[in-house]
């Protein structure tokens, strides 16, 4: 196994990590899975992300392509939480929602039902995951190294997707509180649209008892809304109050960093607490969009909801359809190219002549016949 640091991004090559960074705390990076090496009866490809909880793997099992999701040491019941309401989604039938993954079985000779997730041992280490069924994409935070401010069309299909999901969530009385970059994978259909896949389903909880679960490591700090990031003056113990409007700000924040080509609170190479010192002390100030191919309502809509929580939209379904003004859903089926209509047309052209075809030779056979014997 190598260490990754969450930090600065560098992998070891050994259980041993160095960095020149005097916040890396050593013993509490995680532990990631190399090529080739075995969990249970899967076999790791490689590794496509780490977030604050879990990582997640390219792998194989029989031969067949898989995703799978380790927990963190410490983190293995938000996996659990993660994985049973996959399963109850699932099992309520219907068509799977677009841009949650689709959770396969943990044993592939069991049912789902009985393993949404399953516990094994690696070199002496209890592990606990789960297995997706394999995805084609890119990570969000990567498709926004290469290109900061994505098209504003491009911007608009992914969040509202995002935001029928939460919705969906919402509907069931869950709540996720934690939506990061780098847990949304954006795969390009077969139309050339994208499509993103939510990798993580945050607290996974119910809204009446997901404070008494939450836990601020789950997220980022830079990800955080700031009433489930209390400052050291709140008095010790005292549960965040979580509502739906924790959830706006989390969509808005990752609306903000595809607009804005930055994230709306600066992170990188900063170790969690001076974040947190930053946010508390109001030194953070996060800049207003400036794009001219966006309407000054957009971003106004934005901005309010990453603001403080009395000035947001209070649900994701409102704020959704305030987006849906300045942002058109992402379409079900491309229209057809003109050279795509001409080549369907001669299929169908084809079809028809082949149907005509058989039929005449199919008489001609019969008439035949009849002559021979009668």
């Not at 990631?32 to 790791?44: K, Q, V």
């Not at 700031?226 to 005292?238: I, T, V």
């Not at 939209?313 to 409102?318: E, F, I, L, Q």
Request: some cysteine; charged content about 25%.
């Amino acid at each position: 196994m190598k260490r990754v640091c969450y930090y600065c991004g560098r992998i070891s090559n050994s259980e041993n990590i160095w960095c020149e960074e005097s916040y890396c705390s050593t013993e509490n990076l995680p532990r990631i899975l190399d090529h080739g090496e075995e969990l249970a009866e899967i076999s790791i490809k490689k590794h496509i992300a780490v977030t604050r909880s879990a990582t997640i793997y390219e792998a194989s099992r029989y031969g067949e392509d898989i995703l799978v999701k380790i927990a963190h040491t410490g983190m293995e019941k938000k996996l659990m939480d993660e994985a049973n309401l996959l399963q109850e989604i699932q099992s309520a039938g219907g068509d799977p929602h677009p841009v949650l993954p689709i959770l396969l079985p943990a044993h592939a000779q069991e049912t789902i039902s009985e393993y949404p997730y399953a516990e094994t041992v690696f070199q002496g280490e209890s592990k606990t995951f789960y297995v997706l069924e394999h995805l084609e994409g890119d990570l969000l935070n990567g498709l926004l190294m290469k290109n900061s401010q994505p098209w504003k069309g491009t911007v608009g299909y992914i969040s509202l997707a995002i935001a029928s999901l939460l919705i969906t969530l919402h509907d069931r009385d869950y709540v996720h509180l934690g939506l990061e970059p780098n847990q949304i994978m954006v795969r390009i259909d077969k139309e050339d649209l994208p499509r993103p896949v939510v990798l993580d389903l945050g607290v996974a909880r119910k809204i009446n008892n997901a404070g008494r679960y939450w836990n601020r490591q789950y997220v980022h700090p830079a990800y955080l809304p700031p009433e489930l990031d209390p400052e050291p003056s709140r008095k010790k113990g005292q549960k965040p109050i979580i509502n739906e409007s924790a959830d706006v700000y989390g969509l808005g924040l990752i609306i903000y960093e595809m607009l804005a080509g930055h994230p709306a609170i600066p992170h990188y190479l900063m170790n969690d607490q001076d974040i947190r010192r930053a946010r508390w002390s109001s030194k953070i100030q996060v800049k207003k969009i400036d794009r001219p191919d966006i309407e000054p309502e957009l971003t106004d809509i934005v901005m309010s909801a990453i603001g403080p929580a009395s000035k947001r939209p209070k649900t994701v379904y409102d704020f959704g359809q305030s987006l849906l003004q300045h942002f058109d859903p992402a379409p079900k089926e491309k229209p057809k190219t003109y050279r795509e209509q001409i080549n369907w047309q001669n299929v169908q052209r084809w079809v028809m002549i082949s149907a005509v075809t058989a039929l005449i030779l199919t008489t001609l056979l019969a008439l035949w016949i009849n002559d021979v014997f009668s």
